[in-house]
Nanobody, 121 residues
Framework: QVQLVESGGGLVQAGGSLRLSCAAS????????MGWYRQAPGKQRELVAR???????NYADSVKGRFTISRDNAKITVYLKMNTLKPEDTAVYYC???????????????WGQGTQVTVSS
């Protein structure tokens, strides 16, 4: 059983900062790419940022220069530092990870339960 547990969401004023964390636990033989997605009311879930096992990153155009994704493989944790937040960043943020639970299994996508980020104007 693999679990992803997010933390760090909340309410912040426009221009402020937050840092999200997502810790993985359980049967983890291999941890590959990790990422953050978000879903605003009435909109589809979208990729915010992604980081590979070797540290390569990519970001949505809307967050480039403001958000930074990082990971600590020893702690099996991925972070999202969000600066200069805007009201349009308001959404539920979900952690995602590609994990092989066993040596004989392929990668499977796991999701966290989501954490609310609300940016007031």
């Amino acid at each position: 059983q693999v679990q992803l547990v997010e933390s760090g969401g909340g309410l912040v004023q426009a221009g402020g900062s937050l840092r999200l964390s997502c810790a993985a636990s359980g049967n983890i033989f291999r941890l590959n790419a990790m990422g953050w997605y978000r879903q605003a009311p009435g909109k589809q879930r979208e990729l915010v940022a992604r980081i590979t096992s070797t540290g390569d990153t990519n970001y949505a155009d809307s967050v480039k220069g403001r958000f930074t994704i990082s990971r600590d493989n020893a702690k099996i944790t991925v972070y999202l530092k969000m600066n200069t937040l805007k009201p349009e960043d308001t959404a539920v943020y979900y952690c995602n990870a590609a994990i092989s639970p066993f040596s004989y299994s392929g990668d499977r996508a796991y999701w966290g339960q989501g954490t609310q980020v609300t940016v007031s104007s």
